[in-house]
């Protein structure tokens, strides 16, 4: 698909933008190549699924306001996993069902050639029943499941009954949301983010015959509070989010999102005891990035999408008439050690302009001045024995800075620091996407960290690259195309 190709048939992008209000269309902060609602709020990637030679891509998503509330699940396709298409509404509240009150995260499957969601429904309950335990303790959490009634995975059929009820017996779950069901050679598991006050947040690990029945084995994996008094157990790691639990290159690797970060632990998974023993672990992403979702391209790659989440005031948000962006598609590996790896999908690639390059001495600066906030910029960080320091200024005022200093063995961007990534780095490479006001930048392959800077503006943004150290590097820097014409579609 040509990177300025209309991905909406005309009508529809009319509508799309009366519905937006007048700005969105001409708002530089909104990302243009990154996955977006077309326009109002949206959160955590669900589903994601090849079918039928396309890529679907479910998220949840407010179709009535910037704000979170009244969740739904969007629905995109694409044929890259960069082109996005916009499909209508997947799954919707039904009044009186067991997710009148929102349709909350959950995956997709095929099932005996069957395309099938497993998600949480939420309802309003008195609150000696809610199980979410975050001070409102109005709602209900039950798993359901629906199947797919086209090809195109437009109409879902639910089944009216939940497939899990209530949480396992004698358990005061704090929350009990976000299946993720796997195959295995004797049927289906599935991982639910759970957790209990005083105990600490876990993935309960359940098993079925045909994704409707299911019986509760133990917890999959589970941690400790970190000692926080908040009455949201989010905050406290009492409660973990969005479970993702998948094999890649030989190993386990379960991630979760809680205390407002995402970690992936690697490790072993005993298949026959259905136990998952933690190796490693570490931050997916160390920047503004949360409850991402991965699944098995037909190609066996390991891809993932997560939320980035706007770091502005509700009020904002509220106003500009969107919130909330996909990351880029992300490629995940794990290292011989159990490190977990990650690199942008090469499909991501194609995107690019005319390469420019650059050398940088050490002492020297690189200054530009960016026409667009469309840009990938990379540099090699194997060679260079000092430090890298790219910033972005506006009226010569710094408004992000990322550096990379080997000497001093870390890595700084804003309030977020940390250690360099051990070597050997399966990519000794730094890349940095700038995007509207989204940068997601990739250290060494290991690293990650996703910020969000509202006030930068076109033409008006400059580009600060300076070098310390013995030898020069070689810089390359492409313009990337946007993946629709007007920023509604994506
Ligand atoms: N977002 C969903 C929940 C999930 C949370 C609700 C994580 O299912 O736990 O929008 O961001």
Not at 201 to 214: E, F, I, P, T, V
Not at 459 to 470: A, N, V, Y
Request: with cysteine.
């Amino acid at each position: 698909m040509g990177a300025a190709a209309s991905i909406l048939p005309t009508p529809a992008r009319a509508l799309a933008s009366a519905l937006a209000g007048p700005d969105i269309a001409r708002d530089s902060a909104r990302p243009e190549y990154h996955f977006l609602a077309p326009h109002n709020w949206m959160n955590d990637p669900n589903g994601p699924i090849w079918w039928r030679g396309k890529y679907h891509l479910f998220y949840q998503v407010n179709p009535h306001a910037a704000v979170w509330g009244d969740m739904h699940w969007g629905h995109a396709t694409s044929i890259d996993m960069v082109h996005w298409r916009h499909e209508p509404v997947a799954l919707a509240p039904t009044p009186g069902g067991p997710d009148s009150e929102g349709c909350f995260s959950g995956s997709a499957v095929v099932a005996e050639g069957v395309p099938t969601l497993l998600y949480t429904g939420v309802q309003n309950v008195p609150p000696e029943q809610a199980t979410i335990r975050d001070g409102s303790d109005k709602l209900r959490e039950t798993q359901l499941l629906a199947t797919a009634e086209d090809d195109s995975l437009r109409t879902w059929k639910k089944q009216v009954a939940p497939v899990i009820a209530t949480p396992p017996a004698g358990m005061a779950v704090t929350g009990f949301r976000d299946p993720c069901p796997w195959r295995e050679a004797d049927g289906w598991y599935m991982a639910v983010g759970a957790g209990e006050r005083g105990v600490g947040g876990c993935a309960l690990l359940y098993r079925s015959a045909d994704l409707r029945h299911w019986e509760y084995l133990h917890p999959l994996a589970s941690g400790k509070p970190n000692g926080l008094k908040a009455v949201n157990p989010c905050d406290s790691g009492e409660m973990w989010e969005c479970p993702d639990f998948f094999e890649v290159n030989g190993q386990h690797c379960l991630l979760y999102s809680s205390e407002g970060k995402v970690f992936w632990t690697t490790g072993e998974y005993d298949a026959r005891e259905h136990r998952f023993f933690e190796k490693r672990r570490g931050l997916l992403d160390h920047g503004a990035f949360y409850a991402p979702k991965s699944f098995r391209a037909p190609d066996g790659r390991r891809i993932l999408w997560g939320w980035i989440q706007e770091t502005r005031p509700e009020g904002e948000f509220a106003k500009a008439g969107w919130a909330g962006a996909m990351s880029l598609p992300r490629m995940l590996t794990i290292g011989k050690q159990g490190q977990l790896q990650m690199n942008p999908a090469a499909e991501v690639e194609q995107l690019r302009g005319a390469v420019e390059r650059a050398t940088l001495k050490p002492g020297a600066v690189i200054r530009q001045k960016l026409v667009e906030l469309r840009r990938e910029l990379l540099m090699p960080m194997g060679i260079f024995h000092g430090a890298v320091t790219v910033r972005l200024l506006i009226n010569r005022d710094k408004v992000w800075e990322l550096a990379v200093d080997v000497a001093g063995n870390a890595v700084r961007c804003g309030k977020v620091s940390l250690p360099l990534p051990s070597l050997p780095w399966p990519r000794p490479i730094l890349r940095i996407f700038l995007d509207g006001s989204v940068i997601e930048s990739f250290i060494g392959g290991r690293e990650a960290i996703t910020s969000r800077v509202y006030v930068l503006k076109p033409r008006e943004t400059e580009l600060e690259i300076s070098l310390t150290g013995k030898r020069s590097i070689e810089i390359s820097q492409w313009p990337l195309a946007p993946i629709s014409p007007d920023r509604l579609t994506t």
